[in-house]
């Protein structure tokens, strides 16, 4: 009766142990690097690592070449083989959100890849860049938008400007808030800018003629 009622008990207490405790639950990726210019990290089921949840994982990485090494790193996690060693090793990493990337410091640029964790931001939009073209002949200036609109307020932001000096005589000077640039006077010439225009209040003139001038306003973008 007491052996029976022995083996109940052990039989419910082994019941009751969650199975998380009976082994590790953190996922193993692979790491390679070499022979050759060769580098990469692997999920268990052998596709490419691409994006992961945050936690932590064993990370298991054959470094196989004395040229190269693999080199891991992102957001708290900088870790690496010895460039001159090669073999085995295995570590416990924590991923939190972010973009990480694997390389070879010895060529960072022919090897590498990334991977990102978690939430990750989506990267800003480009940044759109206006396009102006400014003139300067003997008798007139002009600075017009790519409609061939003339220029009398913009938003704040990037342009290129590109600038036709026409006069031997004359020249095209632009200024504002933290600009100041201009042909020679001296010649012809053909001239692109890429400028970042700020809020204020700019000119374009001939530094020749009094009347060869123009001005236009750059405002603040709305938020």
Known sequence: MYRTLLI???????????????????????????PGFNISLKNADGSNVTH????????????????HNF???G????????????????WTLTFADGTYTFVCDAHPVQMRGTFTVGNVPPPPPPQTV???SGKVTTMAIT??????????????GKFRVTVSDTSKTQ?????GPGLNRKTGVAGKAKATWTLT???????????????????????ASSS
């Not at 870790?79 to 090669?86: N, P, S």
């Not at 600075?143 to 061939?148: A, H, N, R, V």
């Open 197 to 219: 225009l700020k809020p204020g209040k700019y000119t374009y003139r001939s530094d020749k003629s009094r009347k060869l001038r123009g001005s236009f306003t750059v405002k």
């Open 71 to 73: 080199h891991l790193r």
């Open 143 to 156: 600075l017009k938008t790519s409609s061939g609109a003339k220029v009398r307020s913009l938003k704040q």
């Open 130 to 132: 206006g396009k102006l």
């Open 8 to 34: 109940s008990i052990l039989a419910a207490v082994a019941v009751s142990i969650p199975a998380a405790a009976t082994g590790s639950s953190k996922v193993t990726l692979t790491g390679v690097v070499g």
């Open 52 to 67: 992961l949840d945050p936690g932590t994982y064993d990370i298991s990485v054959t470094d196989n070449a004395i040229d």
């Open 171 to 175: 020249n095209f000077h632009l200024s």
């Open 75 to 90: 957001t708290g996690v900088d870790q690496r083989t010895d460039i001159e060693g090669m073999g085995t090793s295995t």
